[in-house]
Every structure is written in structure tokens, then in C-alpha cells.
């Protein structure tokens, strides 16, 4: 049977490429935490792969014998948010679905059915009773896994936590040995708020929890692994580069290095042609197609850009500066924990470099939508196919002084308007034929762009005009930013080897006249010719 890239829902090893779950923890440490008794958090950002690896993880426990393990998703809970009677019956019905489907003897399921019931009756709590009468019953220890936790919602969140916690002391013979709870965050960082008003912290609701483990993304190794039993299943290579493009662009976020894979491979006819290798110009196709398409992971990571803990970190790196001091360190932690950022050599970063390209197009898609009209006509290409960069940038210069007071208060993120305003009028002119990347991040104090515009029928696998435009805010007057700017984007341009450069200075003093802030300037740093565009 053919197999797969997967990129929706668990994997399945018969349909799809899998790696093992040992190969995605440290299966010492987990079974050392097993084996002494240890209630547990693995958590993670959606779609890195959880619920894949607890299937495999209880089908690999019930295989070595010592211990009977259950995965239940109790996700459905999540509806009844504050109605504990309704929450927890939901619980403990889809733990008897799951013995259903994974122990394969109907006894457990209409075991729970009846101490369900009983405890209903007799006003005891009902997880805690089925839990207890399955330990009782069982010839060996019970492991249990249950996932998406942090889906439910307040008393009834409380509720599960309690009841777990209530029934501890009884481990092993009479409460399962152990037991992982996963979702996205820590429970250490829940903040529960009961139906009487109360905010219960999770720590408090389950202070039994020994570990918190946080499930990596693949390593280089894994998504080499990942990509050779595609070429082991159908003999179809990667060229080389391929590889380093996959995990630039993913840095081993396991739904984006199946997901462009599966894009490179699986898409079109003729990338099923499996004696024609994959190439570099392929996998960034694949990453553009996925970015127009908005797959559903990349639409809810968009999604998440709306809440005022996630725009808190996240504005201040769209405008390369520093964080404001009085950011908690739960929203930072909080956007580490979805996956958009990482924190990387004591640092914190856009968590790849797909995320970097996602995040401004999402923010300035309406923008886009209303430019539309700009990219019609080919105003801003020569008869020789190049791009007029001096015109394109007159043309900003001039709309960003008749519309960016009006567009930028539309913007949520409107203190990082002008860099996004620059990339959602560059991205409607520009990317019917060319590309652009984005470098940005905390302290860094400006937004690099690389722009990429073939030169002939070749596509990007020919000849390209390169060009860097750097873009900086202006803090502490014209002569010092450009001494700073015109620094960093000839730097900039010797690492990309541009062919031109361009430097545009944004002046956000009130009260300013727009005579004043628009100007045009040739300067020279080193070898350098730089354009500089004040506005």
C-alpha cells in the first residue's frame, strides 16, 4: 500500500510515513516516571504530532506486557464548560469508547457504564470510581493517557483535576499507576475561572504533578528520516538542498515538514513521477502554495494574531524592537506554547521561517485585497524585464502620504503599520512573479526585506534581480538613523548578495509636515550605492 505525508489527524504507520515514538522523547525518562509512580504533563503547540505519538506510545506500552495503557481524547467535555455533572459523564463515556476500541473487550466500557451510574446515584464522583473499580480489576497497573485536557473549560476542568488528585493516594492497585495529561500548555499556566467568578490556578487544582514534559519539534535527523522512507517507498530522491530548505522553513514543526512534503511529492501529476527527484525550487513552490492555500493550521496560528496577549509580543518583533517591560512573562510563555515563537540562544524568535512569511501577509490581507487594482498593469516592469525599483518605491512613498493615517488606524497592529503597510503593497505588486523574505525579531531594530524578481522564462531556477530594502523607524533623528541603517542594510545586502539597495526611514514624530518627512537621498556605505526613501 502507498503511503503518505500525513497532514490531518493522527498518523497511521500503514497509510503514513511515521516516526517512532521513541525516536520523539526520552523513553528512558518517561518509563523511569512510569515505574515510580508519577502523574505527569506532556504538552506541546497543536498539530506537533501529540496525539500520534500517545497512540503509538500506548499501543508500544501494551506491547512490552507490564502495564495495560489507555489513550482517551476527552476533548468533547469541552462543550458542557461549566456544567460538571454533564463534563465529567462525557469524560468518562469517551474513556469507555476508548477501551472499546484499543483493549478490545466490551467488560471495561460497560464496567464504567454501571460505576458511572452507581456513583451518579449515591452522589460520588464518578471519574474516581471508574478509575478505581478498572485498577481493582485489572491484572496489571493501568497508564492512562488523556488528551486535549486544557479544551475543557472551568468547574469542569477543576472538576477532572480533582477527581485525579482525589484518587492518587490509591496508586497502584486501586488508581492507575500513572498518568499523562496533554494539551498545549503546562497546567502549571492554567487560569480556571469557575462559574461563581473564582480563578483557580492549575497548579493549585493538581499539585500531585511530578514533570512537565514539553514534546519537541523533529530534529534535523527526524526529518531526514521522514523524507528517506518516502525515497525507500518509492525511489524518487531529494536533490540536494532540500533538506537545509525544509528545515529553514519549518525548523522541524512536524505538520509543516508533512504538509510541504506532501505538497512537493503528492500535488501535481507530474511531481508523482518518482524517477525525477525533488528539487530546492520544488519545496518553495510548495511553501508558497501552502501560504495562498491557508490550510487550516496556518489559518488558526492567523486566528491567534487577534488576542492582546499574543499581539503584545508579537507587534513589538514586526517592528524590530524591544519588548515593553510590563509584558507578563505568561504571554510570552503563551506564545511559546502555541508555537509561534521560539526562544533560541537565550532569544526569542519567530518560530520558522514560514511563520515569518504567514504572519504579515495575514495581518495586511485586507490591505492586499484593496491594492488590487496596482498589480492590473506591469507599470512597474522595464522592457527588459526588470523590475523599476526607483519608480515602485516613489510609487509607496506617495501613497504611504495620502493614505497612512486612514490605513493604519484600520490595523490592529498599528504600531508596526508602516513596516506592514510596505510588505502588503510590495506583496500586491510584487508576488504575481517575484518573492519576497522577511527578517525580523526583538531588538533588532529594523525589517529586512529580500526581494526576488526572475529575469527570464527560467523562473527561479535562471537569472534574478536582488534587491534588500531595509526598513527602520526613526527614534533619535535623521542623521543617526541613517548612520545606523545605512550600516546594517549594506551588511544585509553583502550577506544576501543584492544587487541593489534600499534604505526607507519612517518618520513617526507628531505633528511633523509630510514636506519635511518625504525626501529621496543616494548614499554610499563602503562599496555600497543605498537609496534612501524618508516618508
Known amino acids: 500500500m502507498e503511503k503518505f505525508f500525513n497532514t490531518a489527524g493522527?498518523?497511521?504507520?500503514?497509510?503514513?510515513?511515521?516516526?517512532?515514538?521513541?525516536?520523539?522523547?526520552?523513553?528512558?525518562?518517561?518509563?523511569?516516571?512510569?515505574?515510580?509512580?508519577?502523574?505527569?504533563?506532556?504538552?506541546?503547540?497543536?498539530?506537533?504530532?501529540?496525539?500520534?505519538?500517545?497512540?503509538?506510545?500506548?499501543?508500544?506500552?501494551?506491547?512490552?506486557?507490564?502495564?495495560?495503557?489507555?489513550?482517551?481524547?476527552?476533548?468533547?467535555?469541552?462543550?458542557?464548560?461549566?456544567?460538571?455533572?454533564?463534563?465529567?459523564?462525557?469524560?468518562?463515556?469517551?474513556?469507555?469508547?476508548?477501551?472499546?476500541?484499543?483493549?478490545?473487550?466490551?467488560?471495561?466500557?460497560?464496567l464504567a457504564r454501571q460505576e458511572s451510574q452507581q456513583a451518579a446515584a449515591q452522589g460520588r464522583d464518578s471519574l474516581t470510581s471508574v478509575l478505581q473499580r478498572w485498577s481493582l480489576a485489572s491484572d496489571k497497573p493501568l497508564i492512562v493517557f488523556l488528551d486535549e485536557v486544557d479544551a475543557l473549560v472551568g468547574d469542569t476542568l477543576i472538576s477532572l483535576l480533582r477527581q485525579i488528585r482525589a484518587g492518587y493516594a490509591q496508586r497502584p492497585e486501586a488508581f492507575p499507576q500513572s498518568m499523562v495529561l496533554c494539551g498545549v500548555r503546562d497546567v502549571r499556566d492554567y487560569r480556571i475561572h469557575r462559574s461563581d467568578g473564582e480563578i483557580i490556578t492549575?497548579?493549585?487544582?493538581?499539585?500531585?504533578?511530578?514533570?512537565?514534559?514539553?514534546?519537541?519539534?523533529?530534529?534535523?535527523?527526524?526529518?531526514?528520516?521522514?523524507?528517506?522512507?518516502?525515497?525507500?517507498?518509492?525511489?524518487?530522491?531529494?536533490?540536494?538542498?532540500?533538506?537545509?530548505?525544509?528545515?529553514?522553513?519549518?525548523?522541524?514543526?512536524?505538520?509543516?515538514?508533512?504538509?510541504?512534503?506532501?505538497?512537493?511529492?503528492?500535488?501535481?501529476?507530474?511531481?508523482?513521477?518518482?524517477?525525477?527527484?525533488?528539487?530546492?525550487?520544488?519545496?518553495?513552490?510548495?511553501?508558497?502554495?501552502?501560504?495562498?492555500?491557508?490550510?487550516?493550521?496556518?489559518?488558526?496560528?492567523?486566528?491567534?494574531?487577534?488576542?492582546?496577549?499574543?499581539?503584545?509580543?508579537?507587534?513589538?518583533?514586526?517592528?524590530?524592537?524591544?519588548?515593553?517591560?510590563?509584558?507578563?512573562?505568561?504571554?510570552?510563555?503563551?506564545?511559546?506554547?502555541?508555537?509561534?515563537?521560539?526562544?533560541?540562544?537565550?532569544?526569542?524568535?519567530?518560530?520558522?521561517?514560514?511563520?515569518?512569511?504567514?504572519?504579515?501577509?495575514?495581518?495586511?490581507?485586507?490591505?492586499?485585497?484593496?491594492?488590487?487594482?496596482?498589480?492590473?498593469?506591469?507599470?512597474?516592469?522595464?522592457?527588459?524585464?526588470?523590475?523599476?525599483?526607483?519608480?515602485?518605491?516613489?510609487?509607496?512613498?506617495?501613497?504611504?502620504?495620502?493614505?497612512?493615517?486612514s490605513w493604519l488606524q484600520r490595523y490592529a497592529y498599528h504600531e508596526a503599520g508602516p513596516q506592514l503597510l510596505l510588505q502588503a503593497f510590495l506583496q500586491r505588486v510584487v508576488n504575481g512573479g517575484g518573492r519576497i523574505a522577511r527578517e525580523y525579531g526583538l531588538g533588532r531594530g529594523r525589517t529586512d526585506l529580500f526581494l526576488q524578481w526572475p529575469l527570464s522564462d527560467q523562473g527561479f531556477t535562471g537569472p534574478m534581480q536582488q534587491v534588500v530594502l531595509e526598513l527602520k523607524l526613526q527614534h533619535k533623528g535623521k542623521a543617526a538613523t541613517l548612520a545606523t541603517g545605512l550600516e546594517q542594510t549594506a551588511r544585509y545586502c553583502d550577506q544576501c548578495g543584492a544587487d541593489s539597495a534600499h534604505l526607507l526611514v519612517f518618520d513617526r514624530t507628531p505633528g511633523m509636515n509630510w514636506d519635511s518627512k518625504i525626501y529621496r537621498e543616494q548614499h554610499t556605505q563602503g562599496s555600497r550605492a543605498i537609496t534612501v526613501w524618508g516618508m
Not at 503514513?16 to 504533563?41: M, V
Not at 506491547?63 to 481524547?73: K, P
Not at 469508547?97 to 473487550?105: E, H, L, N, P, S
Open 10 to 110: 493522527p498518523n497511521k504507520p500503514d497509510i503514513h510515513y511515521t516516526l517512532s515514538p521513541l525516536h520523539r522523547l526520552n523513553w528512558p525518562e518517561l518509563s523511569s516516571l512510569i515505574a515510580a509512580q508519577k502523574y505527569f504533563i506532556l504538552h506541546a503547540p497543536r498539530q506537533t504530532g501529540k496525539t500520534s505519538l500517545l497512540i503509538n506510545l500506548m499501543h508500544f506500552i501494551n506491547g512490552q506486557g507490564q502495564y495495560r495503557a489507555l489513550y482517551v481524547n476527552i476533548e468533547a467535555a469541552q462543550a458542557a464548560r461549566n456544567d460538571v455533572a454533564s463534563g465529567i459523564a462525557t469524560i468518562v463515556s469517551a474513556m469507555g469508547r476508548a477501551a472499546d476500541i484499543y483493549w478490545k473487550d466490551p467488560g471495561w466500557s460497560e
Open 202 to 405: 492549575g497548579g493549585s487544582a493538581f499539585n500531585i504533578k511530578s514533570e512537565s514534559i514539553r514534546l519537541g519539534d523533529f530534529t534535523q535527523a527526524d526529518v531526514k528520516a521522514l523524507l528517506q522512507q518516502h525515497t525507500d517507498a518509492t525511489g524518487q530522491t531529494f536533490e540536494p538542498g532540500v533538506l537545509e530548505e525544509i528545515w529553514l522553513d519549518t525548523q522541524g514543526q512536524p505538520w509543516l515538514v508533512n504538509a510541504l512534503a506532501y505538497e512537493a511529492c503528492f500535488r501535481k501529476p507530474e511531481q508523482r513521477e518518482r524517477s525525477r527527484p525533488v528539487t530546492v525550487e520544488q519545496m518553495r513552490q510548495a511553501k508558497e502554495s501552502l501560504i495562498l492555500r491557508r490550510d487550516t493550521h496556518l489559518d488558526q496560528l492567523a486566528d491567534k494574531l487577534r488576542e492582546p496577549r499574543v499581539k503584545r509580543v508579537i507587534e513589538p518583533m514586526l517592528k524590530g524592537e524591544e519588548l515593553s517591560p510590563d509584558v507578563p512573562e505568561d504571554d510570552r510563555q503563551y506564545c511559546i506554547d502555541l508555537g509561534l515563537i521560539a526562544r533560541r540562544e537565550r532569544q526569542l524568535q519567530i518560530a520558522n521561517r514560514l511563520y515569518r512569511e504567514v504572519l504579515p501577509r495575514e495581518l495586511t490581507s485586507i490591505v492586499q485585497d484593496s491594492l488590487q487594482g496596482l498589480a492590473e498593469q506591469p507599470w512597474f516592469v522595464r522592457s527588459d524585464g526588470s523590475l523599476d525599483m526607483d519608480k515602485l518605491l516613489a510609487a509607496f512613498q506617495q501613497f504611504f502620504r495620502e493614505n497612512s493615517e
